[in-house]
């Protein structure tokens, strides 16, 4: 499931006690072993358990099948890895592979953390990545990480048997925000609300960046970040549409769980929701009987246009760290697991239960191939008509986010006007701006 995660902030004292407390976990920096094998250290930040088991399965097989090679894989927990991958940073003990989101390479190239991919594996594996994929990893024309998958944040999910009652046609789903707004008013009866949707600052500091650039284009910041950019009045009618949607009591009003869980539409609180992709992992998991009755589409654009861009992809790559003794091992591993056999890539699809998207032309081929992928009904949908417009989550810092999403929030609840929400927004990033000296540093692709 796709996360927000604060930053752990650590003082040099706690680092240091941290990495004490490391001393029962092996480090990176790999070594050699008993039998002469060149030992390199992956560390995997734990996902869900069938994650797990999907890595251990191929490093295994990568071991078995290397003479002088191993790979020592570890898996550390979500809720400790900022602090320990930190704290072994601090030791010089950092391992040579690690798990890193696509928000975290930017920052990463610039602390000089990991090192360029292009050093170590063939130019033919950056090839077959996914051009609107590429660029997530690639900073001043070197690749600092290779994908291995991308994840929508937006994705629409709707109940076909309440459609249906409500005399609405769901082969024919809204394709424009007014159309949207028509069918939760159609769908909002009794207890159920009609749509479902990020309603609080946090959530949609992250969740509504696919719509900021439906609406307008761009993100409320200059390119080269030395400048706010929130009163641009095409956002007017994204706070327009959570206002609506609001004050008109077709999402819930206080909703129990945030953006992240689809369980209001798996217990069928709602008919429809604006939610992730991991989201269809949870329905498979635990509302198995909402699969016959769920459709999914592309979130409507604003106009209708539907190569507009409605989401950002989040995911997760492997990158090297730049002080590996062994990169070129390393780098071994990384090409065999993420850039080799497209099946390896395609059995990680399948256990995900095609949850999860490719960011390889090759691995495509091979899942539309394969009749279990063929068969479920939403992988293609969501590949073609959301995954194909989508864009790279800003690497810009949280608070920029977050000014937007409180802007959103301040609007859609009425707390402030819409233009007076704007403008408080632009006044919260310029402050950013100028207190983090962020004017200029904007990764260059």
């Known amino acids: 499931m796709h996360k927000r995660r604060s930053k752990v902030l650590l003082t040099l004292a706690a680092v240091v006690t941290a990495s004490l407390a490391l001393a029962g976990c092996t480090a990176g920096g790999g070594g050699t072993t008993a039998d002469g094998k060149t030992e390199v250290t992956f560390w995997q930040?734990?996902?869900?358990?069938?994650?797990?088991?999907?890595?251990?399965?191929?490093?295994?097989?990568?071991?078995?099948?290397?003479?002088?090679?191993?790979?020592?894989?570890?898996?550390?927990?979500?809720?400790?890895?900022?602090?320990?991958?930190?704290?072994?940073?601090?030791?010089?003990k950092q391992p040579d592979i690690a798990t890193t989101n696509y928000g975290n390479i930017a920052a990463g190239v610039v602390d000089g953390k990991f090192a360029a991919l292009d050093d170590y594996m063939p130019a033919d594996v950056f090839a077959d990545i996914k051009d609107n994929v590429s660029s997530f990893v690639t900073i001043g024309g070197k690749h600092y990480a290779y994908p291995m998958l991308v994840e929508p944040s937006t994705v629409l999910y709707y109940n076909t048997d309440m459609v249906k009652a409500a005399g609405l046609d769901p082969n024919t789903p809204p394709t424009t925000w007014d159309q949207l707004i028509d069918w939760s008013k159609k769908l909002t009866t009794g207890d159920v609300k009609g749509m479902t949707i990020a309603s609080t600052a946090p959530d949609l500091g992250w969740s509504s960046w696919g719509l900021q650039y439906n609406a307008c284009g761009h993100l409320p910041i200059s390119d080269d970040w030395s400048k706010a950019n929130a009163t641009d009045p095409c956002y007017e009618k994204l706070l327009n549409l959570y206002k609506t949607l609001y004050q008109g009591n077709l999402i819930p009003q206080q909703p129990k769980v945030g953006y992240a869980d689809g369980s209001p539409y798996g217990s069928g609180e709602v008919a429809m929701m604006a939610g992730g992709s991991w989201v269809i992992g949870q329905l498979k998991t635990d509302f198995p009987d909402m699969l016959a009755k769920t459709m999914v589409t592309a979130f409507p654009s604003w106009d209708g246009d539907a190569t507009r861009t409605t989401a950002t992809l989040g995911g997760w790559t492997l990158t090297l760290d730049s002080k590996s003794k062994h990169p070129q091992q390393a780098a071994d591993f990384i090409k065999y697991l993420l850039a080799g056999d497209p099946a390896i890539m395609a059995d990680f699809f399948k256990a995900a239960g095609y949850s999860k998207y490719t960011v390889r032309k090759s691995v495509d081929e091979a899942l539309a191939s394969d009749p279990n992928a063929s068969a479920d009904p939403f992988m293609k949908i969501i590949s073609d008509k959301v995954v194909a417009y989508g864009k790279q989550e800003p690497g810009y810092p949280w608070d920029i986010a977050l000014a937007m999403g409180t802007a959103i929030e301040s609007a859609m609840k009425g707390t402030d006007s819409i233009q007076g929400s704007l403008k408080t927004a632009d006044a919260a990033i310029n402050d950013v701006i100028q207190k983090q000296s962020l004017a200029g540093t904007a990764p260059k692709k």
């Open 45 to 92: 930040q734990k996902f869900e358990d069938y994650q797990g088991v999907w890595f251990k399965k191929y490093v295994d097989q990568f071991n078995a099948s290397q003479d002088k090679i191993k790979v020592n894989y570890q898996v550390v927990p979500a809720d400790t890895w900022t602090q320990k991958l930190q704290a072994a940073q601090a030791a010089g």
